[in-house]
Protein backbone atom coordinates (compact mmCIF):
# COMPACT_ATOMS: atom_id res chain seq x y z
CA UNK A 1 0.00 0.00 0.00
CA UNK A 2 3.10 2.22 0.74
CA UNK A 3 3.76 2.26 -3.00
CA UNK A 4 1.46 4.33 -3.95
CA UNK A 5 0.66 6.38 -1.19
CA UNK A 6 2.65 9.74 -2.17
CA UNK A 7 1.35 10.34 -5.48
CA UNK A 8 -2.00 8.97 -4.76
CA UNK A 9 -2.23 11.61 -1.56
CA UNK A 10 -1.08 14.23 -4.25
CA UNK A 11 -3.51 13.76 -7.04
CA UNK A 12 -6.15 13.67 -3.98
CA UNK A 13 -4.90 17.11 -2.81
CA UNK A 14 -5.23 18.82 -6.50
CA UNK A 15 -8.43 17.22 -6.81
CA UNK A 16 -9.49 18.61 -3.22
CA UNK A 17 -8.21 22.07 -4.91
CA UNK A 18 -10.37 21.81 -7.28
CA UNK A 19 -13.27 20.74 -5.90
CA UNK A 20 -12.81 23.84 -3.28
CA UNK A 21 -13.87 26.28 -6.08
CA UNK A 22 -17.39 25.46 -6.65
CA UNK A 23 -17.71 25.04 -2.97
CA UNK A 24 -16.76 28.41 -1.86
CA UNK A 25 -18.91 29.75 -4.70
CA UNK A 26 -22.07 27.88 -3.10
CA UNK A 27 -21.06 29.48 0.47
CA UNK A 28 -24.24 31.54 1.34
CA UNK A 29 -25.10 34.66 1.40
CA UNK A 30 -22.61 35.35 -1.26
CA UNK A 31 -19.36 35.01 0.81
CA UNK A 32 -17.10 34.46 -1.80
CA UNK A 33 -18.02 37.91 -3.50
CA UNK A 34 -16.47 39.01 -0.37
CA UNK A 35 -13.47 41.44 -1.02
CA UNK A 36 -10.10 41.22 0.68
CA UNK A 37 -7.44 43.57 -0.91
CA UNK A 38 -9.42 44.05 -3.68
CA UNK A 39 -10.28 40.74 -5.10
CA UNK A 40 -13.09 38.47 -4.03
CA UNK A 41 -12.33 35.35 -2.15
CA UNK A 42 -13.42 32.86 -4.80
CA UNK A 43 -11.19 35.03 -7.01
CA UNK A 44 -7.89 35.04 -4.56
CA UNK A 45 -8.52 30.96 -4.55
CA UNK A 46 -9.21 30.12 -8.19
CA UNK A 47 -6.94 32.84 -9.35
CA UNK A 48 -3.95 32.73 -6.89
CA UNK A 49 -4.12 30.44 -3.68
CA UNK A 50 -4.82 27.09 -5.68
CA UNK A 51 -2.59 27.45 -8.59
CA UNK A 52 0.10 27.91 -6.28
CA UNK A 53 -1.06 25.06 -3.38
CA UNK A 54 -1.33 22.53 -6.54
CA UNK A 55 2.67 23.58 -7.66
CA UNK A 56 3.74 23.07 -4.22
CA UNK A 57 1.56 19.89 -4.48
CA UNK A 58 2.96 18.34 -7.38
CA UNK A 59 6.35 19.29 -6.34
CA UNK A 60 5.55 17.67 -2.94
CA UNK A 61 4.09 14.64 -4.09
CA UNK A 62 7.00 13.81 -6.80
CA UNK A 63 10.34 11.87 -5.11
CA UNK A 64 13.87 13.04 -4.88
CA UNK A 65 16.61 12.02 -6.65
CA UNK A 66 17.45 10.04 -3.01
CA UNK A 67 13.61 8.42 -2.98
CA UNK A 68 13.26 4.28 -2.56
CA UNK A 69 10.20 2.24 -4.27
CA UNK A 70 8.91 2.65 -1.54
CA UNK A 71 8.21 5.85 -1.48
CA UNK A 72 6.60 6.14 -4.55
CA UNK B 1 9.91 13.89 -23.82
CA UNK B 2 9.54 14.77 -20.34
CA UNK B 3 11.37 17.74 -20.60
CA UNK B 4 9.45 20.33 -18.71
CA UNK B 5 9.53 22.82 -21.45
CA UNK B 6 8.11 20.41 -23.96
CA UNK B 7 5.51 19.21 -21.57
CA UNK B 8 4.50 22.91 -21.35
CA UNK B 9 4.62 23.45 -25.14
CA UNK B 10 2.81 20.57 -25.71
CA UNK B 11 0.00 21.70 -22.85
CA UNK B 12 -0.23 25.54 -23.25
CA UNK B 13 -0.85 26.29 -27.08
CA UNK B 14 -1.44 29.70 -27.61
CA UNK B 15 -5.00 28.95 -28.06
CA UNK B 16 -5.35 27.71 -25.17
CA UNK B 17 -3.44 30.37 -23.04
CA UNK B 18 -5.42 32.53 -25.35
CA UNK B 19 -8.81 30.87 -25.05
CA UNK B 20 -8.32 30.54 -21.21
CA UNK B 21 -8.27 34.50 -20.92
CA UNK B 22 -11.16 35.00 -23.31
CA UNK B 23 -13.12 32.14 -20.90
CA UNK B 24 -11.94 34.41 -17.86
CA UNK B 25 -13.09 37.44 -19.36
CA UNK B 26 -16.02 36.17 -21.11
CA UNK B 27 -17.54 34.35 -17.89
CA UNK B 28 -16.25 35.53 -15.38
CA UNK B 29 -15.55 32.71 -12.84
CA UNK B 30 -16.60 30.37 -15.66
CA UNK B 31 -13.21 30.82 -17.19
CA UNK B 32 -11.52 30.99 -14.09
CA UNK B 33 -12.63 27.87 -13.29
CA UNK B 34 -11.68 26.58 -16.55
CA UNK B 35 -8.17 28.03 -16.28
CA UNK B 36 -7.89 26.46 -12.97
CA UNK B 37 -8.60 23.20 -14.29
CA UNK B 38 -6.17 23.46 -17.07
CA UNK B 39 -3.19 24.24 -14.74
CA UNK B 40 -4.43 20.97 -12.56
CA UNK B 41 -5.31 18.87 -14.89
CA UNK B 42 -1.61 18.10 -15.93
CA UNK B 43 -0.08 18.13 -12.49
CA UNK B 44 -2.96 15.32 -11.55
CA UNK B 45 -2.12 13.52 -15.40
CA UNK B 46 2.04 13.55 -14.18
CA UNK B 47 1.07 11.86 -11.25
CA UNK B 48 -1.56 9.38 -12.02
CA UNK B 49 -0.24 8.10 -14.76
CA UNK B 50 3.00 7.23 -13.00
CA UNK B 51 1.71 5.55 -10.60
CA UNK B 52 3.19 2.29 -10.55
CA UNK B 53 1.15 -0.75 -12.02
CA UNK B 54 -1.21 -2.86 -10.37
CA UNK B 55 0.67 -6.04 -9.16
CA UNK B 56 -1.87 -8.37 -10.90
CA UNK B 57 -2.14 -6.94 -14.02
CA UNK B 58 1.35 -6.53 -15.43
CA UNK B 59 1.08 -4.14 -18.49
CA UNK B 60 2.40 -4.88 -21.72
CA UNK B 61 5.51 -1.96 -22.45
CA UNK B 62 6.14 -2.98 -26.37
CA UNK B 63 9.29 -1.94 -27.89
CA UNK B 64 6.67 -0.26 -30.30
CA UNK B 65 3.46 1.86 -29.13
CA UNK B 66 0.26 0.43 -30.69
CA UNK B 67 -0.63 1.70 -34.23
CA UNK B 68 -4.02 2.61 -32.94
CA UNK B 69 -1.87 4.59 -30.54
CA UNK B 70 -0.11 6.56 -32.86
CA UNK B 71 -2.86 7.19 -35.19
CA UNK B 72 -4.95 8.79 -32.21
CA UNK B 73 -2.42 11.10 -30.54
CA UNK B 74 -1.09 12.13 -34.70
CA UNK B 75 -5.01 13.17 -35.00
CA UNK B 76 -4.92 14.69 -31.65
CA UNK B 77 -1.91 16.55 -32.48
CA UNK B 78 -3.37 17.87 -35.82
CA UNK B 79 -6.44 19.05 -34.18
CA UNK B 80 -3.93 21.45 -31.54
CA UNK B 81 -2.05 22.87 -34.86
CA UNK B 82 -5.97 23.38 -36.33
CA UNK B 83 -6.89 25.33 -33.51
CA UNK B 84 -3.64 27.26 -33.17
CA UNK B 85 -3.61 28.30 -37.38
CA UNK B 86 -7.18 29.05 -37.26
CA UNK B 87 -6.66 31.28 -34.49
CA UNK B 88 -3.75 32.66 -36.32
CA UNK B 89 -6.32 33.46 -39.45
CA UNK B 90 -9.06 34.68 -36.39
CA UNK B 91 -5.89 37.56 -35.31
CA UNK B 92 -4.99 38.14 -38.91
CA UNK B 93 -8.89 39.22 -39.90
CA UNK B 94 -8.80 41.07 -36.80
CA UNK B 95 -6.08 43.35 -37.29
CA UNK B 96 -7.20 43.98 -40.39
CA UNK B 97 -4.87 41.45 -43.05
CA UNK B 98 -6.65 38.70 -45.07
CA UNK B 99 -7.50 35.55 -43.09
CA UNK B 100 -5.01 33.18 -45.53
CA UNK B 101 -2.28 35.37 -44.81
CA UNK B 102 -2.20 34.15 -40.94
CA UNK B 103 -2.91 30.79 -41.80
CA UNK B 104 -0.27 30.94 -44.82
CA UNK B 105 2.36 32.38 -42.42
CA UNK B 106 1.86 30.00 -39.31
CA UNK B 107 1.07 26.58 -41.73
CA UNK B 108 4.45 27.27 -43.75
CA UNK B 109 6.54 28.13 -39.98
CA UNK B 110 5.45 24.53 -38.33
CA UNK B 111 5.94 23.37 -41.87
CA UNK B 112 9.55 24.15 -42.18
CA UNK B 113 10.84 23.66 -38.70
CA UNK B 114 10.45 20.14 -39.04
CA UNK B 115 13.12 20.15 -41.45
CA UNK B 116 14.94 21.20 -38.89
CA UNK B 117 16.27 18.07 -36.66
CA UNK B 118 17.80 20.39 -33.66
CA UNK B 119 14.81 22.32 -33.92
CA UNK B 120 13.92 20.90 -29.86
CA UNK B 121 17.00 23.12 -28.88
CA UNK B 122 14.95 26.28 -29.50
CA UNK B 123 11.97 24.48 -27.52
CA UNK B 124 13.11 27.11 -24.35
CA UNK B 125 14.25 30.29 -26.22
CA UNK B 126 10.69 30.02 -28.09
CA UNK B 127 8.90 30.02 -24.92
CA UNK B 128 11.12 32.51 -23.18
CA UNK B 129 10.27 34.47 -25.70
CA UNK B 130 6.31 34.04 -25.97
CA UNK B 131 7.17 34.77 -22.14
CA UNK B 132 8.67 38.17 -22.72
CA UNK B 133 6.21 39.54 -25.46
CA UNK B 134 3.54 39.13 -23.41
CA UNK B 135 4.79 40.38 -20.05
CA UNK B 136 6.45 43.56 -22.07
CA UNK B 137 2.99 44.95 -23.35
CA UNK B 138 1.41 44.11 -19.43
CA UNK B 139 3.82 45.90 -17.38
CA UNK B 140 3.78 49.06 -19.85
CA UNK B 141 -0.39 48.64 -19.30
CA UNK B 142 -0.23 48.48 -15.73
CA UNK B 143 2.31 51.93 -15.44
CA UNK B 144 -0.14 53.31 -18.36
CA UNK B 145 -3.40 52.94 -16.58
CA UNK B 146 -2.01 53.45 -13.15
CA UNK B 147 -2.84 50.25 -11.37
CA UNK B 148 -1.34 46.98 -10.68
CA UNK B 149 -3.29 43.50 -11.13
CA UNK B 150 -5.24 43.85 -7.61
CA UNK B 151 -6.15 47.45 -8.44
CA UNK B 152 -7.05 46.57 -12.63
CA UNK B 153 -9.16 43.67 -11.36
CA UNK B 154 -10.89 45.85 -8.54
CA UNK B 155 -11.55 48.73 -11.10
CA UNK B 156 -13.30 46.02 -13.97
CA UNK B 157 -15.27 44.52 -10.98
CA UNK B 158 -16.52 48.11 -9.82
CA UNK B 159 -17.44 49.24 -13.25
CA UNK B 160 -21.11 50.34 -13.02
CA UNK B 161 -21.71 49.44 -16.94
CA UNK B 162 -19.58 47.92 -19.86
CA UNK B 163 -20.01 51.13 -22.43
CA UNK B 164 -18.42 51.45 -25.88
CA UNK B 165 -15.47 53.87 -25.69
CA UNK B 166 -15.48 57.35 -28.05
CA UNK B 167 -12.32 55.28 -29.19
CA UNK B 168 -13.18 52.07 -30.11
CA UNK B 169 -12.87 50.55 -33.67
CA UNK B 170 -16.31 50.06 -33.40
CA UNK B 171 -17.14 53.66 -32.89
CA UNK B 172 -15.30 55.37 -35.10
CA UNK B 173 -14.72 53.42 -38.02
CA UNK B 174 -16.98 50.84 -37.60
CA UNK B 175 -16.11 46.90 -38.11
CA UNK B 176 -17.29 43.98 -40.03
CA UNK B 177 -20.57 42.71 -37.99
CA UNK B 178 -19.26 38.90 -38.98
CA UNK B 179 -16.66 39.71 -36.87
CA UNK B 180 -18.55 39.74 -34.04
CA UNK B 181 -17.91 36.07 -33.78
CA UNK B 182 -19.01 35.10 -30.01
CA UNK B 183 -21.19 32.63 -28.64
CA UNK B 184 -23.39 35.37 -26.97
CA UNK B 185 -25.87 36.96 -28.98
CA UNK B 186 -25.73 40.43 -29.95
CA UNK B 187 -28.82 41.74 -28.02
CA UNK B 188 -29.22 44.83 -27.37
CA UNK B 189 -30.03 46.49 -23.59
CA UNK B 190 -30.83 50.08 -23.91
CA UNK B 191 -31.88 52.15 -27.13
CA UNK B 192 -28.70 52.43 -29.87
CA UNK B 193 -28.61 53.82 -33.04
CA UNK B 194 -26.29 52.00 -34.97
CA UNK B 195 -24.83 53.24 -38.78
CA UNK B 196 -23.95 51.17 -41.53
CA UNK B 197 -21.18 53.78 -43.13
CA UNK B 198 -21.08 52.00 -46.09
CA UNK B 199 -24.45 50.52 -46.44
CA UNK B 200 -25.53 46.80 -46.77
CA UNK B 201 -28.07 44.54 -45.50
CA UNK B 202 -29.14 44.69 -41.48
CA UNK B 203 -31.06 41.69 -40.85
CA UNK B 204 -32.29 41.63 -37.06
CA UNK B 205 -34.98 40.20 -34.50
CA UNK B 206 -36.85 42.71 -32.90
CA UNK B 207 -39.51 42.82 -30.05
CA UNK B 208 -42.27 44.67 -30.10
CA UNK B 209 -44.46 43.69 -26.74
CA UNK B 210 -45.34 40.10 -27.11
CA UNK B 211 -44.52 40.08 -30.93
CA UNK B 212 -41.42 39.14 -32.32
CA UNK B 213 -40.83 40.13 -36.02
CA UNK B 214 -37.64 39.15 -38.27
CA UNK B 215 -36.39 42.46 -40.04
CA UNK B 216 -34.08 43.10 -43.18
CA UNK B 217 -32.81 46.34 -43.99
CA UNK B 218 -31.27 47.55 -46.68
CA UNK B 219 -28.97 50.58 -46.05
CA UNK B 220 -27.29 53.00 -47.80
CA UNK B 221 -24.00 54.55 -46.87
CA UNK B 222 -24.66 56.51 -43.54
CA UNK B 223 -28.05 55.43 -42.92
CA UNK B 224 -28.62 54.63 -39.34
CA UNK B 225 -30.97 52.07 -37.95
CA UNK B 226 -32.58 52.73 -33.95
CA UNK B 227 -32.60 49.26 -32.33
CA UNK B 228 -34.83 49.32 -28.72
CA UNK B 229 -33.96 46.85 -25.36
CA UNK B 230 -34.40 43.19 -26.45
CA UNK B 231 -33.77 43.59 -30.24
CA UNK B 232 -31.11 41.63 -31.35
CA UNK B 233 -29.01 41.74 -34.65
CA UNK B 234 -27.69 38.73 -36.51
CA UNK B 235 -24.50 37.90 -37.30
CA UNK B 236 -24.79 37.47 -40.73
CA UNK B 237 -25.52 40.43 -41.65
CA UNK B 238 -22.71 41.63 -44.59
CA UNK B 239 -21.89 44.74 -43.53
CA UNK B 240 -19.72 47.31 -41.74
CA UNK B 241 -21.51 49.32 -38.81
CA UNK B 242 -21.08 51.64 -35.92
CA UNK B 243 -22.18 52.00 -32.53
CA UNK B 244 -22.72 54.96 -30.55
CA UNK B 245 -20.06 55.84 -27.72
CA UNK B 246 -21.25 55.39 -24.36
CA UNK B 247 -23.98 53.18 -25.17
CA UNK B 248 -23.89 49.76 -23.24
CA UNK B 249 -22.32 46.95 -25.46
CA UNK B 250 -24.11 44.44 -26.29
CA UNK B 251 -23.62 40.96 -24.50
CA UNK B 252 -21.18 42.39 -22.22
CA UNK B 253 -22.42 41.44 -18.04
CA UNK B 254 -24.96 44.17 -16.65
CA UNK B 255 -22.11 45.48 -13.95
CA UNK B 256 -18.48 44.89 -13.09
CA UNK B 257 -20.03 43.27 -10.12
CA UNK B 258 -22.04 41.17 -12.13
CA UNK B 259 -19.09 39.87 -14.22
CA UNK B 260 -17.22 39.41 -10.97
CA UNK B 261 -19.72 37.28 -9.25
CA UNK B 262 -20.38 35.15 -12.68
CA UNK B 263 -23.17 33.17 -13.87
CA UNK B 264 -25.23 31.30 -11.70
CA UNK B 265 -23.50 27.72 -11.74
CA UNK B 266 -24.40 24.88 -14.11
CA UNK B 267 -21.92 22.73 -11.79
CA UNK B 268 -23.00 19.60 -13.89
CA UNK B 269 -21.84 21.12 -17.27
CA UNK B 270 -18.39 21.96 -15.32
CA UNK B 271 -17.92 19.20 -14.03
CA UNK B 272 -18.37 17.31 -17.25
CA UNK B 273 -15.46 19.87 -18.95
CA UNK B 274 -12.94 19.57 -15.91
CA UNK B 275 -13.68 15.95 -16.68
CA UNK B 276 -12.58 15.85 -20.15
CA UNK B 277 -9.45 18.04 -18.99
CA UNK B 278 -8.54 15.88 -17.15
CA UNK B 279 -8.72 12.83 -18.95
CA UNK B 280 -7.44 14.59 -22.06
CA UNK B 281 -4.38 15.55 -19.94
CA UNK B 282 -3.95 12.05 -19.45
CA UNK B 283 -4.22 10.96 -22.84
CA UNK B 284 -1.68 13.76 -24.37
CA UNK B 285 0.70 13.77 -21.56
CA UNK B 286 1.42 10.46 -20.32
CA UNK B 287 -0.02 8.18 -23.02
CA UNK B 288 2.99 5.51 -24.28
CA UNK B 289 5.09 7.70 -21.95
CA UNK B 290 7.35 5.07 -19.63
CA UNK B 291 8.86 6.24 -16.51
CA UNK B 292 7.72 8.75 -13.80
CA UNK B 293 8.86 12.50 -14.10
CA UNK B 294 11.47 14.09 -11.79
CA UNK B 295 10.75 16.68 -9.02
CA UNK B 296 12.71 19.48 -11.07
CA UNK B 297 10.49 18.41 -13.78
CA UNK B 298 7.02 19.19 -11.98
CA UNK B 299 8.37 22.14 -10.04
CA UNK B 300 9.19 23.64 -13.56
CA UNK B 301 5.63 22.38 -15.11
CA UNK B 302 4.20 23.88 -12.62
CA UNK B 303 5.60 26.87 -12.25
CA UNK B 304 5.01 27.38 -15.68
CA UNK B 305 1.31 26.23 -15.51
CA UNK B 306 0.83 29.19 -12.53
CA UNK B 307 3.36 31.49 -14.71
CA UNK B 308 0.85 31.38 -17.55
CA UNK B 309 -2.16 31.62 -15.82
CA UNK B 310 -1.72 34.56 -13.53
CA UNK B 311 -0.64 36.23 -17.08
CA UNK B 312 -3.56 35.34 -18.59
CA UNK B 313 -5.57 36.84 -15.75
CA UNK B 314 -4.13 40.06 -15.98
CA UNK B 315 -4.03 40.03 -19.60
CA UNK B 316 -7.76 39.80 -19.58
CA UNK B 317 -8.36 42.07 -17.28
CA UNK B 318 -6.04 44.88 -18.32
CA UNK B 319 -7.65 44.19 -21.73
CA UNK B 320 -11.11 45.15 -20.97
CA UNK B 321 -10.17 47.69 -18.23
CA UNK B 322 -8.83 49.77 -22.17
CA UNK B 323 -11.35 48.11 -24.18
CA UNK B 324 -14.78 47.18 -22.62
CA UNK B 325 -16.40 46.81 -26.48
CA UNK B 326 -14.41 43.34 -26.29
CA UNK B 327 -17.63 42.07 -24.91
CA UNK B 328 -19.64 42.50 -27.79
CA UNK B 329 -21.48 39.17 -28.72
CA UNK B 330 -18.98 36.99 -26.22
CA UNK B 331 -15.49 37.53 -25.89
CA UNK B 332 -13.27 35.47 -28.76
CA UNK B 333 -9.16 35.16 -28.53
CA UNK B 334 -8.24 37.00 -31.51
CA UNK B 335 -9.55 40.00 -30.18
CA UNK B 336 -7.46 39.51 -26.70
CA UNK B 337 -4.29 40.37 -29.26
CA UNK B 338 -5.15 43.61 -29.90
CA UNK B 339 -2.91 45.89 -27.86
CA UNK B 340 -5.25 47.34 -24.66
CA UNK B 341 -6.94 50.63 -26.44
CA UNK B 342 -6.84 52.53 -23.48
CA UNK B 343 -3.33 51.75 -21.65
CA UNK B 344 -2.02 52.75 -25.51
CA UNK B 345 -3.86 55.25 -27.10
CA UNK B 346 -1.39 57.66 -28.58
CA UNK B 347 1.72 55.78 -26.94
CA UNK B 348 4.70 56.16 -29.65
CA UNK B 349 5.00 52.53 -27.73
CA UNK B 350 1.86 51.26 -29.63
CA UNK B 351 3.50 49.82 -32.65
CA UNK B 352 6.76 48.19 -31.61
CA UNK B 353 4.67 46.73 -28.91
CA UNK B 354 2.03 45.18 -30.83
CA UNK B 355 4.95 43.49 -32.85
CA UNK B 356 6.38 41.58 -30.23
CA UNK B 357 2.97 40.78 -28.63
CA UNK B 358 2.69 39.01 -32.47
CA UNK B 359 5.83 37.88 -32.35
CA UNK B 360 5.26 36.21 -28.68
CA UNK B 361 2.10 34.16 -30.00
CA UNK B 362 4.10 33.28 -33.09
CA UNK B 363 7.05 32.08 -31.05
CA UNK B 364 4.25 30.46 -28.66
CA UNK B 365 3.07 28.23 -31.48
CA UNK B 366 6.35 27.52 -32.84
CA UNK B 367 6.96 26.02 -29.60
CA UNK B 368 3.77 24.05 -29.11
CA UNK B 369 4.48 22.83 -32.77
CA UNK B 370 7.84 21.57 -31.84
CA UNK B 371 6.97 20.02 -28.69
CA UNK B 372 3.64 18.77 -30.39
CA UNK B 373 5.56 16.46 -32.89
CA UNK B 374 8.21 15.60 -30.49
CA UNK B 375 5.54 14.40 -27.94
CA UNK B 376 4.27 12.12 -31.46
CA UNK B 377 8.12 11.20 -31.81
CA UNK B 378 7.91 9.66 -28.09
CA UNK B 379 5.93 7.17 -29.34
CA UNK B 380 8.00 6.14 -31.85
CA UNK B 381 10.81 4.65 -29.30
CA UNK B 382 12.03 2.01 -31.87
CA UNK B 383 12.49 4.74 -34.79
CA UNK B 384 14.22 7.39 -32.66
CA UNK B 385 11.28 9.22 -33.32
CA UNK B 386 11.46 9.54 -37.16
CA UNK B 387 7.52 10.55 -36.70
CA UNK B 388 8.18 13.87 -35.46
CA UNK B 389 10.27 14.76 -38.15
CA UNK B 390 8.81 13.11 -41.58
CA UNK B 391 8.57 15.87 -43.79
CA UNK B 392 5.94 14.46 -46.38
CA UNK B 393 3.51 13.61 -43.19
CA UNK B 394 3.78 16.75 -41.50
CA UNK B 395 3.73 18.51 -45.70
CA UNK B 396 0.39 16.39 -45.56
CA UNK B 397 -1.13 17.69 -42.04
CA UNK B 398 -0.27 21.29 -42.60
CA UNK B 399 -2.05 21.40 -45.67
CA UNK B 400 -4.96 19.47 -44.07
CA UNK B 401 -4.96 21.80 -40.80
CA UNK B 402 -4.09 24.92 -42.95
CA UNK B 403 -6.87 24.26 -45.18
CA UNK B 404 -9.51 23.73 -43.21
CA UNK B 405 -8.26 26.70 -40.89
CA UNK B 406 -10.14 28.57 -44.00
CA UNK B 407 -13.58 28.39 -42.64
CA UNK B 408 -13.31 29.95 -39.09
CA UNK B 409 -14.02 27.57 -36.30
CA UNK B 410 -14.18 28.45 -32.63
CA UNK B 411 -10.69 27.20 -31.90
CA UNK B 412 -11.32 26.20 -27.92
CA UNK B 413 -14.05 24.06 -29.05
CA UNK B 414 -11.66 22.23 -30.85
CA UNK B 415 -9.26 21.97 -28.43
CA UNK B 416 -11.71 20.25 -26.17
CA UNK B 417 -12.80 18.38 -28.97
CA UNK B 418 -9.01 16.86 -29.26
CA UNK B 419 -8.65 16.30 -25.71
CA UNK B 420 -12.36 14.38 -26.01
CA UNK B 421 -11.44 12.12 -28.71
CA UNK B 422 -8.06 11.70 -27.17
CA UNK B 423 -9.40 10.64 -24.12
CA UNK B 424 -11.80 8.69 -25.02
CA UNK B 425 -9.66 6.53 -27.11
CA UNK B 426 -6.18 6.75 -25.06
CA UNK B 427 -6.98 7.91 -21.28
CA UNK B 428 -8.55 4.21 -19.76
CA UNK B 429 -5.12 2.58 -20.71
CA UNK B 430 -2.83 5.03 -19.36
CA UNK B 431 -5.21 5.28 -16.15
CA UNK B 432 -5.49 0.99 -16.28
CA UNK B 433 -2.58 -0.73 -18.56
CA UNK B 434 -3.61 -3.71 -20.58
CA UNK B 435 -2.45 -7.04 -18.50
CA UNK B 436 0.54 -8.85 -20.81
CA UNK B 437 -2.11 -11.99 -21.56
CA UNK B 438 -4.30 -9.55 -23.67
CA UNK B 439 -2.31 -6.22 -24.61
CA UNK B 440 -4.72 -5.70 -27.33
CA UNK B 441 -7.36 -4.88 -24.96
CA UNK B 442 -6.47 -1.50 -24.98
CA UNK B 443 -6.72 -0.94 -28.29
CA UNK B 444 -10.19 -2.38 -28.22
CA UNK B 445 -10.94 0.08 -25.03
CA UNK B 446 -9.55 3.18 -27.37
CA UNK B 447 -12.11 1.72 -29.76
CA UNK B 448 -15.14 1.45 -28.18
CA UNK B 449 -14.32 4.95 -26.17
CA UNK B 450 -13.99 6.45 -29.45
CA UNK B 451 -17.14 5.00 -31.21
CA UNK B 452 -18.71 6.35 -28.27
CA UNK B 453 -17.29 9.66 -28.34
CA UNK B 454 -17.83 10.12 -32.22
CA UNK B 455 -21.61 8.77 -31.69
CA UNK B 456 -22.57 11.33 -29.24
CA UNK B 457 -20.10 13.92 -30.90
CA UNK B 458 -22.10 13.54 -34.20
CA UNK B 459 -25.39 13.54 -32.58
CA UNK B 460 -24.33 16.85 -30.85
CA UNK B 461 -23.41 18.48 -34.21
CA UNK B 462 -26.97 16.95 -35.50
CA UNK B 463 -29.29 18.34 -32.63
CA UNK B 464 -26.72 21.69 -32.65
CA UNK B 465 -27.90 23.81 -29.82
CA UNK B 466 -29.09 21.43 -27.51
CA UNK B 467 -27.22 21.79 -24.70
CA UNK B 468 -26.75 18.45 -23.35
CA UNK B 469 -24.23 17.85 -21.24
CA UNK B 470 -22.69 14.64 -22.15
CA UNK B 471 -22.91 15.35 -25.95
CA UNK B 472 -21.62 19.04 -25.13
CA UNK B 473 -18.35 16.60 -23.78
CA UNK B 474 -18.89 13.36 -25.23
CA UNK B 475 -15.86 11.90 -23.18
CA UNK B 476 -17.82 11.79 -19.85
CA UNK B 477 -19.46 8.66 -21.49
CA UNK B 478 -16.58 7.34 -23.78
CA UNK B 479 -13.61 7.25 -21.61
CA UNK B 480 -16.23 4.85 -19.30
CA UNK B 481 -16.93 2.84 -21.67
CA UNK B 482 -13.39 1.99 -22.72
CA UNK B 483 -11.96 1.55 -19.11
CA UNK B 484 -15.09 -0.93 -18.66
CA UNK B 485 -13.56 -2.91 -21.68
CA UNK B 486 -10.37 -2.69 -19.73
CA UNK B 487 -11.97 -4.01 -16.53
CA UNK B 488 -13.49 -6.89 -18.20
CA UNK B 489 -10.49 -7.71 -19.71
CA UNK B 490 -8.35 -7.43 -16.70
CA UNK B 491 -11.12 -9.40 -14.64
CA UNK B 492 -10.59 -12.15 -17.38
CA UNK B 493 -6.74 -12.27 -17.59
CA UNK B 494 -6.88 -12.72 -13.29
CA UNK B 495 -9.53 -15.84 -13.64
CA UNK B 496 -7.41 -17.23 -16.36
CA UNK B 497 -4.31 -16.41 -13.68
CA UNK B 498 -6.08 -18.26 -11.03
CA UNK B 499 -7.38 -21.14 -13.02
CA UNK B 500 -3.53 -22.17 -13.98
Not at chain 2, 178 to 188: K, L, S, V
Request: aromatic share 8%; hydrophobic share 55%; net charge positive.
Amino acid sequence: MQMVTNRTNGVLVLLLLLAGFPLLSALPNQLAAVRVAGLSLLWWYGGVAAPVAAWLTAVIWVPGPGSGPGRQ
Amino acid sequence: MTSAVGLLGVWLTPAVWLGMSALILDGGPDGLWVGLALVCAPLVALGMGSRPPAPLAEPARPDREPLFNVVILLVTVGVLLWANIILAGDVAAWLGAPRWQGIALTAAAGWLLTAWRGCRRILTPLLLLALIGVSVPLVQAARAVGAGPLGAWERVASEPAFRFPAASRWVTAGRDLRMARGRTPITFDEEHRITAPKGGTLRARTVDGNRIADIEWALTPGQSVTLRPGDQVERTSVLRIRFEAGKRVPGAPQTGIAWAAGRAGDWARRAALLFTILAGALALLRSGMAGPISRGVAAAVGGGLVVGFLLAQAWAVYSVLGAPDLFLGGVTPERLVELPGLAFAGSPWRRPLQAALLGAGLAGYLASSVALRERLGALDRTGGGEIGYDLGLWAGVFGVVAAASLWPVDPWRLTVLALGGAAAALSPAVLWPPPSERPAAGTVAGLVGLAVFAALAVAAGLRAGSGEILLAYPAAVAVPAGAAVLWVARRGARRAKAVE
